[in-house]
């Protein structure tokens, strides 16, 4: 058999120990032939591709992005010029030009609903869950997950020495998309004393409020950790609206830190490396039984598979009674209206 792989959408740890998974599943264990298709479905639709050796994988368990690059290219958007409205056929017809017996898209929420339509098309398609967001419906994680909660992690611990030194609140604000998994997740690892994120609703009068309270209760300094997709005011960022209403109520030095790319970047953690090398090689197995047009997942805690259609297009979100959740507020972490 001969098999594909792309990545597609934001850049993430753990994507060449996945492309490394499927790979050498596939050379060593199967005897299948691998292609890399660059720069995600514009490599396939430009049929931009390379031949994968043993080789090929040596030296990129560790390593951060991905070695056949990525785009955003989604053949199946509203189109809006008429040339582009053959895409979706010229995927297809690469595809079989190429000999594919199998497409790999490994990406979130956008890549697998593609690769869910390509499969509706009668391409042979395996998904491989995708993002530091952890928002991908069918699967308990996501690899770079957890590689990027570390990084938040770090950033949060860093700040709690200068709060505590100028007596401040410092709001650091961090990826997620529309969830909040790397807020609550980094949040309580890094002992904050107030997480916004995009599930739970709030009021900015009960934040400064909060963060009063902590001060009559000779606690000098506060750590905030907002969501970026929380939705606040017009400005940029989340976080500078809530400093800015914090100082406006509580008179309370605040400062912003907002930690963007950072921890999309760098290697993945060990935790990413094996999770990532697991799912590649599940895809394989799945390739290998021919049981095509399915998303490989955690479920219950083991590798699994789940049909493609049955998870395309359905973000998952942190749920308001998540376990960290009630634990944090039993602690006194302010999320919200009590």
């Known amino acids: ?3 594909g792989i792309l990545s597609s959408g934001g850049d993430c740890p753990g994507i060449n ?4 998974g499927v790979g050498k599943t596939a050379m060593m264990h199967y005897r299948m032939d691998v292609i890399g298709i660059h720069n995600g479905f514009t490599g396939l639709q430009n049929r931009d591709t390379e031949v994968f050796s043993e080789r090929s994988f040596s030296g990129i368990l560790n390593l951060g992005g991905t ?4 785009s955003r290219e989604k053949p199946f958007k509203k189109l809006i010029h008429a040339e582009d409205s053959d895409k979706p056929d010229i995927l297809v017809q ?3 030009e190429l000999g594919l017996n199998c497409l790999v898209c490994i990406g979130g929420n956008g890549t697998q609903k593609t690769a869910a339509r390509l499969a509706a098309l009668g391409i042979h398609v395996i998904g491989i869950p995708k993002t530091i967001d952890n928002d ?3 699967t308990e994680i996501t690899f770079g997950f957890d590689s990027a909660v570390s990084i938040a992690t770090e950033a949060i611990d860093r700040l709690h020495s200068t709060a505590s030194a100028h007596k401040r609140v410092m709001v650091c604000e961090v990826m997620g998309h529309h ?3 790397i807020a609550l997740h980094a949040g309580m690892a890094g002992g904050a004393d107030v997480i916004l994120i995009p599930e739970i609703s709030f009021d900015m009068q009960h934040v400064s409020r909060a963060i009063l309270d902590r001060a009559r209760r000779g606690k000098p300094y506060s750590i905030i950790v907002v969501a970026e997709g929380i939705q606040l005011g017009s400005k940029k960022h989340p976080a500078d609206h809530v400093a800015a209403a914090i100082e406006e109520a509580t008179s309370i030095d605040t400062r912003v830190t ?6 999309r970047g760098g290697h993945p953690t060990p935790f990413d490396r094996n999770l990532a090398t697991l799912l590649g090689g599940h895809a394989t197995e799945l390739i290998a039984r021919r049981d095509f047009g399915r998303m490989v997942c955690i479920r219950d805690g083991r590798i699994d598979s789940v049909p493609l259609a049955d998870v395309a297009g359905r973000p998952r979100l942190v749920p308001a009674d998540h376990d960290l959740v009630r634990q944090g507020r ?6 919200g209206k009590e």
Do not use: D, E, P, S
């Open 94 to 96: 690469n595809y079989h």
């Open 179 to 181: 969830a909040g998994w």
């Open 17 to 20: 120990a996945t492309i490394r």
């Open 330 to 335: 039993k602690m006194g972490i302010f999320f």
């Open 258 to 263: 907002v930690l963007g790319y950072i921890q």
């Open 67 to 70: 070695i056949i690059g990525t």
């Open 1 to 3: 058999m001969k098999i």
């Open 136 to 138: 991908v419906c069918g």
